[in-house]
């Protein structure tokens, strides 16, 4: 049963841009926030990234992590290739690969192999990962990075066209 008010003063003109936004969508204020409550609730936090713009503080911590990452990804024994050597496959290969370090998942992956005029990137995972948990987390990191991602259920995360 809804029977909680929310009261908010918000600027008058971000309110009438927003709601004809809002009922272009279909949708009325009152939808909306229940969509952004039950977001927050689905998310356990704000939906999207909070970022300070432009302070300091922030451009060091951004400049942190890529050093981090970096050396995480000089430092990984997961051979991949990309048989065009394209930019955006190899940023896509180095972004999954440090979040699979991060996470101590490296270990599970046997190679990766980015070919995208074929559509395909082949994610061999190693016959001993029978951890569902571990192939989940796999299969949302590729997910997250890589362009057109599936999953054969075979032990090979592709990119593209399935392949069985």
């Not at 003063?9 to 936004?21: A, G, M, N, P, Y």
């Not at 942190?64 to 065009?84: A, D, G, H, Q």
């Not at 061999?124 to 054969?152: A, L, P, R, W």
Request: charged share 30%; glycine share 4%.
């Amino acid at each position: 049963m809804k029977d909680a008010v929310i009261n908010v003063r918000i600027e008058s003109q971000l309110k009438d841009e927003v709601e004809v936004i809002l009922k272009n969508l279909g949708l009325s204020s009152t939808q909306a926030i229940n969509i952004f409550y039950q977001q927050i609730k689905l998310k356990n936090g704000i939906p999207f990234e909070l970022i300070l713009r432009d302070s300091e503080e922030n451009k060091e911590l951004k400049k942190l992590r890529w050093e981090y990452n970096e050396l995480v990804f000089k430092n990984t024994k997961i051979p991949f290739s990309s048989r065009y050597e394209v930019n955006h496959e190899i940023q896509e290969m180095k972004n999954f690969i440090i979040d699979l370090e991060n996470l101590n998942l490296a270990k599970n992956i046997i190679e990766i192999f980015y070919d995208s005029k074929c559509s395909v990137c082949n994610i061999e995972v190693k016959e001993i990962t029978q951890d569902s948990d571990v192939i989940d987390t796999i299969k949302d990191i590729g997910y997250k990075y890589i362009s057109q991602f599936s999953f054969n259920g075979n032990g090979a995360i592709l990119h593209g066209l399935e392949q069985g």
